[in-house]
Nanobody, 111 residues
Framework: VQLVESGGGLVRPGGSLKLSCAAS????????MSWYRQAPGKEREWVAT????????KYADSVKGRFSISRHNLQKTVSLQMNSLQPEDTAVYYC?????WGQGTEVTVTE
C-alpha cells in the first residue's frame, strides 16, 4: 500500500488549498479513505472520512462547512478541498486507509 499526498503550502488566513492523495497497491474502490492532521506540538487528529462509494462522508466539527473530501475511484485519488483556512489549520496533513499512512503534506496558514 502506498499513499502519496501533495498540494500543501503556505496560504494566508481566509485562503484555500486543495490536497490530493494518490493511492496504489490495493483495490482503492473497496476502502474508506480518511484525512488526518497533526499540528506542531499536538497529537494527530482525524479530519474527514469518505466511504468506498463516496456517498457517506463525515467531518470533524472543527472543519465542517469549510473542508470538503472527495474521491475518484478510477484515478485512485482522494482530495481535500480546504476553504476559509485559519492559522489553527496549520498542520501536516496525512492520508490514511486501514493501517496505512502517507508521508504527509505540510499546510501553513499565516499572514
Amino acid at each position: 500500500v502506498q499513499l502519496v499526498e501533495s498540494g500543501g503550502g503556505l496560504v494566508r488566513p481566509g485562503g484555500s488549498l486543495k490536497l490530493s492523495c494518490a493511492a496504489s497497491g490495493f483495490i482503492f474502490s473497496l476502502y474508506n479513505m480518511s484525512w488526518y492532521r497533526q499540528a506542531p506540538g499536538k497529537e494527530r487528529e482525524w479530519v474527514a472520512t469518505i466511504d468506498s462509494t463516496g456517498r457517506i462522508i463525515k467531518y470533524a466539527d472543527s472543519v465542517k462547512g469549510r473542508f470538503s473530501i472527495s474521491r475518484h475511484n478510477l484515478q485512485k485519488t482522494v482530495s481535500l478541498q480546504m476553504n476559509s483556512l485559519q492559522p489553527e489549520d496549520t498542520a501536516v496533513y496525512y492520508c490514511k486507509t486501514r493501517s496505512a499512512w502517507g508521508q504527509g503534506t505540510e499546510v501553513t496558514v499565516t499572514e
